[in-house]
């Protein structure tokens, strides 16, 4: 039996490693022609070949065991010390096989424990807690749950201790609420969470989450088992949030908002298997914020789409009320604007990426921009009249949750600084819109754009 049990692992292990490998390089290659939802089956199927109860029959191995009989007992008759050796050689194998397999259920042991225990108090802590009786707040999950075509019910648990919204519970789910969330957020915020989380009930991602936790106990000594969890798990999270915004119609841009408020109110710091939640960690967030710019249909859509790839990471960043530092020191960067949509209103779209900050370009190519550019500002015609409403310094968070913006934001920024700014502009073909710009200092001291949004002004 063990003998079997470790053949079937190495087997297994090899089997898979070729398939993730095969699904990492269309990954890279074709990442957003593949889309989340394609990008998530995939990483499901790697699990899945991980698991499978089959073997790598080679008929050249087939061949030798069945000549190997009858060569043994040629070399018996012939010279029956040698087989002897060899019939012991082959004995003395075993207790290392013996010592492979215990190392392996020891590990396998530790990591079902680190599973088990946090997922085991988390239902014992929740599965018991009484459901929310607020008529207004069952009545939004429930128009949630229409939207999303889910028609299994949901329960509805609201506490203050819960760290982060999240549905728990495959077989009978139930959706877990921070007490902030129901009284803090707007109406329109709650039911984005609310169509967030119930994506992950309607496509059984806490299933699929259990599937990666065992292969994760199976193949604890393979790396590549933890490649596939994250990887999965970043990708349903851009289809729960794709399913979100079509089911409510919503503007990426104000899902973006909510997303970047989440993040830094979240506590979650290890995500686990029984639950999904709309704000896990700060991790994927760029990647999340392009998926969000593929959502857009319409051409100003398209335009919010765009520049929530770049522009939403800086405002998420700064959107805490508590960062606000003032209006004074923004004169350089909105003369640095001024230049920079002069630049764009002369149609000069590759030059307007080129003076653009790293941050910017590393999140959108040049390609993009320009097809964004040509397909929105370009109808809108020449800019007649551009006035400055507003602009305010603010400063990046030091909150956990925004460390990856951080990050991004550390290779260019000079400080931790950014300049927004607002202008009602008037066009040929659209006679008045606002125009929201984002600015930040770069290391040489200049101001450059790191994110653009433009909509009409209702």
């Not at 508590?322 to 209006?327: L, S």
């Not at 030091?398 to 931790?416: C, M, P, R, T």
Request: proline share 5%.
């Amino acid at each position: 039996m063990t003998e079997e049990w470790m053949s079937w692992l190495a087997d297994a292990t090899l089997r898979g490693t070729v398939v993730i490998g095969v699904i990492w390089l269309l990954e890279v290659l074709w990442r957003d022609a593949l889309g989340p939802s394609v990008r998530a089956g995939l990483w499901l199927v790697a699990g899945v070949v991980l698991l499978l109860p089959l073997r790598l029959e080679l008929p050249a191995a087939a061949a030798t065991s069945e000549l190997l009989p009858g060569w043994a007992s040629a070399l018996q008759s012939a010279n029956p010390g040698e087989a002897d050796f060899v019939a012991g050689a082959a004995t003395t194998s075993l207790p290392w096989l013996a010592i492979l397999f215990a190392v392996w259920a020891a590990g396998a042991a530790v990591r079902l424990a680190l599973i088990a225990v946090p997922v085991w108090r988390a239902r014992a802590k929740w599965h018991r807690h009484r459901f929310c009786t607020d008529p207004a707040l069952l009545e939004e999950l429930e128009d949630a749950r229409r939207r999303a075509g889910v028609w299994r019910p949901v329960g509805l648990v609201v506490d203050e201790d819960i760290p982060g919204p999240m549905v728990m519970g495959w077989l009978h789910a139930r959706l877990l609420l921070p007490a902030w969330v129901a009284t803090e957020l707007n109406l329109e915020e709650r039911r984005r969470v609310f169509r967030h989380e119930l994506a992950h009930v309607r496509h059984h991602d806490l299933l699929v989450n259990w599937l990666e936790a065992a292969c994760s106990v199976v193949h604890w000594f393979n790396p590549l088992v933890y490649l596939v969890a994250r990887r999965g798990a970043a990708a349903r999270e851009e289809r729960a949030d794709r399913a979100a915004i079509r089911w409510g119609g919503d503007d990426p841009s104000a899902y973006g908002q909510t997303l970047c408020a989440l993040l830094r109110r979240t506590r979650v710091r290890v995500p686990l298997p029984a639950a999904a939640g709309m704000a896990e960690s700060g991790r994927g967030l760029r990647a999340r914020m392009r998926g969000l710019a593929a959502t857009a249909a319409t051409p100003l859509g398209r335009m919010a789409g765009v520049t929530l790839a770049c522009g939403m990471l800086v405002f998420g960043a700064v959107a805490a009320p508590d960062n606000y530092v003032g209006a004074q020191g923004t004169k350089p960067a909105v003369t640095a604007m001024r230049g920079w949509l002069a630049t764009v209103d002369e149609g000069k779209y590759a030059e307007s990426w080129d003076e653009a900050s790293k941050f910017f370009r590393a999140v959108l190519s040049q390609q993009q921009w320009v097809g964004a550019l040509e397909g929105v500002r370009q109808p809108l015609g020449a800019c007649e009249s551009r006035e400055l409403a507003s602009a305010y310094v603010k400063k990046v968070s030091d909150n956990d949750a925004e460390d990856k913006i951080k990050e991004l934001l550390e290779d260019d920024s000079k400080g931790e600084l950014v300049v927004v700014a607002q202008f009602k502009t008037s066009f040929q073909n659209l006679n008045s819109a606002v125009e929201t710009v984002s600015f930040l200092q770069a290391s040489d001291g200049s101001w450059k754009m790191a994110g653009y949004y433009i909509k009409p002004n209702k």
